[in-house]
């Protein structure tokens, strides 16, 4: 059947443009249950922030939303639609929908997500191991006939897989895949995603988001150009779908704006740029916890937002996700060393205005 989306032009426009979309956390009561109040300070804060989208239900919400017993999926993708409804924000925000599992699965999620008036749903494509390309490929065009698709180059470490040429030339040819987020941290399998991209027939119409959080600025900053039948095409990540933009997400825009400035002016100030790319990376080390296999990465995300008022705790659904040792030390040095990076100022001033 069709795709049945309020996917405006006025929001593939911005997709296409590049904006910041944070990948919404999940915030908890020290019972681990679901903090409602928290959960939509923290959309508003979003909002606020001039994020031009959200991505909730993904992995930063924690998969373990949609366990039997649990059962958060459906309510904390409710509480985002209702606060950014209220915020009237119309054309100019893009909601996105985390959608997993079997095709089956992903299809109820991708219908949910549309009584809710999600625009666009993040396809993970974890836990599909067992599952051939070609069968997930097909596990795409069911979801992408139900509502428009994020595609997702879920990293290795986390649950993924790697996937061939071959498979990215055919997702990109999927009518209703809008954009491809790519987060495998190897710039061998990123630059295979992009090159099929480019040799697609609809690669003009996908949008690349980067999600390699070891390597942001970069990412943004870079034109990727090959030779396609004898023509030159060129992709660039445009914008961001980032765990690490759910923290300092304020300060996340203003860079955004600070790498499409440079990009526009031919490439003036880039040296600058890629110096505050390195202070990123080490943010986003004490944050994500390589050190540790990526251990502590969301009670790092959840400690910046508690440190800021945002969130009450640092709380996971799993007792055994917590800060691993040194990890809190790594995000105050971080804080200190990059003040102009965080956003603290901000999110005091949104805080009074939200008593």
Known sequence: MAAQTGF???KRAILKQGTVIPAHPLALTSERKLDEANQRLLTRYYLAAGAGGVAVGVHSTQFAIRDPGI??????????????????TGDRFISVAGLCGNTEQALREAELALRYGYDMGL???????????AEILERARAVAAVIPVFGFYLQPSVGGRVFSYDFWLEFAEIPNVQAIKAAPFNRYQTLELVRAVCHASRGEEIALYTGNDDNIVADLLTTYTFDVRGKKVSKRFEGGLLGHWAVWTHAAVALLKEVKRCRDNGYADMDELL??????TDMNAAIFDPAH??????????????????????WCLDPDERLSPGQADE????????????????????LVRQR
């Open 331 to 350: 995000i105050t040095r971080v804080c200190q060393a990059y003040p102009d990076l965080t956003d603290d100022a901000f999110v005091t001033d949104f």
């Open 8 to 10: 405006s032009a006025a």
């Open 275 to 280: 110096a505050k790319g390195v202070a990123v």
């Open 71 to 88: 059962n958060l999926y459906e309510p904390v993708l409710a509480l985002a639609a209702e606060e950014i409804t209220a915020a009237g």
């Open 123 to 133: 396809l993970s494509m974890g836990g599909l191991q067992g599952k051939t390309e």
């Open 293 to 314: 296999d990526f251990h502590g990465c969301i009670p790092g995300i959840h400690d910046v937002l508690r440190r800021q008022g945002l969130m009450d705790g640092i």
